[in-house]
């Protein structure tokens, strides 16, 4: 689970100091998943990066599963985002050259998994994020919603503890695509099986949501769960 405590993440721009981030609190339970729905430069991406352990707030305790993310070393904190937390970045961010079945198994390297259970690992992620009849093409060969597709099989692949989204259906145009992609996720989170935190500016995205929270300026406010 997630415990955020007063979260704060200042930053200068020139002479003026920007407050990305203006006292956060936060709960998410294990198996449970919150989309916040926020404008452009709401702060909802710098949350998600410091969930991630990929920025550390400026003041503030970001706790996963009773761990402060926010005062742990470097190679700590490198090796808790390589087993506990999947990333789906905005827009997939798959290797070009690596075929969606190396793309998905190269989140295992860390894991030191033997290369043969790393392929068979990463194929039995691709068939259950509906790309099981593409492991053998490359980025270029595929289309953008099924390289959100391969990007998601890659944060599933290794089973971490929380899963984190930036924007899952930003830029996909076509309407079915866009409905299929967000019918994935929306079965996946129902499962349970991950912590998931997902920020989006899709509406119809957010209505989908177990529980949803609003970021403005900074500052989230957090709804209970709405049904389930």
Known sequence: ???????????????ELVRALDGIGLYVEDGGT???????DS????????????????HGSVELDGTDLATLTESRLSRIRAESIGLVPRRGDL?????????????????????????ELAGEALEE?????????????LDEAMRRR??????????????????????????????????????????????WIVVTEDDALARRAPRL?????GTLTAAPRTHG
């Open 1 to 15: 689970m997630y415990h955020l405590t007063d979260v704060t993440k200042c930053y200068r721009r020139g002479s």
């Open 34 to 40: 919150l989309v916040v729905r926020g404008p452009a």
């Open 43 to 58: 702060g909802k991406s710098t949350l998600l990066r410091i969930l991630g352990g990929l920025e550390r707030p400026t």
């Open 95 to 119: 290797t070009p050259g690596l075929t969606a079945r190396q793309n998905v198994a190269s989140a295992l390297v860390p894991l030191r998994l033997r290369p043969a259970d790393r392929w």
């Open 129 to 141: 994020v509906g790309a099981g009849g593409r492991l053998d093409r490359i980025p270029a060969e």
């Open 150 to 195: 391969v990007a998601l099989a890659r944060a599933l692949v290794k089973r971490p503890t929380v899963l984190l989204a930036d924007q899952p259906t930003a830029g996909l145009d076509d309407p079915g695509a866009r409905d299929g992609f967000a019918d994935l996720l929306e079965r996946l989170w129902w499962q349970g099986r991950f912590t």
């Open 213 to 217: 929270a609003t970021m403005s300026r």
